[in-house]
Structures are given as C-alpha cells and as structure tokens.
C-alpha cells in the first residue's frame, strides 16, 4: 500500500466501519499467507488455502480501493 492510501484508513477508518474492516482482513490475509509461504512445503489441502487466501485478498483490496478512491476525491 502507499503512504497516502495508509494515511486515509488512519485517517477515516475510525468513522468508517466497513473501510476499517476491509483493512484488518487485509492484514488478517496478508499474515495467513505469510506464514504458509515459509514453509518448504506446502500439502495440497495447504496449496488451495493459499490460493483461496490470494483470491479472497484480492477481492477485499479491489473493495478497499474503491472506498479509498471515494476518500481522495473528498480530499481532492
């Protein structure tokens, strides 16, 4: 993430609830994924969790950039 995408949850997740959960799932995945990629190896159930994990990150940052377009037109 950039610094003014950081600065703008800081600055509106308190008041906005679905950008600050969007936000610690993002942290919550980026974490889950971290930990599976420092194993040497991954089991098959382990390779489609992490799988599913990059898809499910995705999905929430393309949210998390919407709301965070929202937040710097208001500042534009």
């Not at 950081?6 to 959960?21: F, M, N, P």
């Not at 936000?23 to 990629?37: A, F, G, P, T, V």
């Not at 382990?46 to 965070?68: D, I, N, R, V, Y």
């Amino acid at each position: 993430m950039e610094t003014k995408d950081l600065e703008l949850i800081e600055k509106y997740g308190a008041e906005d609830v679905q950008l600050k959960a969007l936000w610690d799932q993002h942290i919550s995945y980026e974490k889950m994924l971290d930990k599976l990629e420092s194993k040497t190896y991954l089991s098959p159930t382990e390779t489609q969790e992490m799988k599913e994990l990059k898809k499910k990150k995705l999905a929430g940052k393309t949210k998390l950039q919407g709301l965070l377009d929202k937040y710097r037109d208001l500042e534009a």
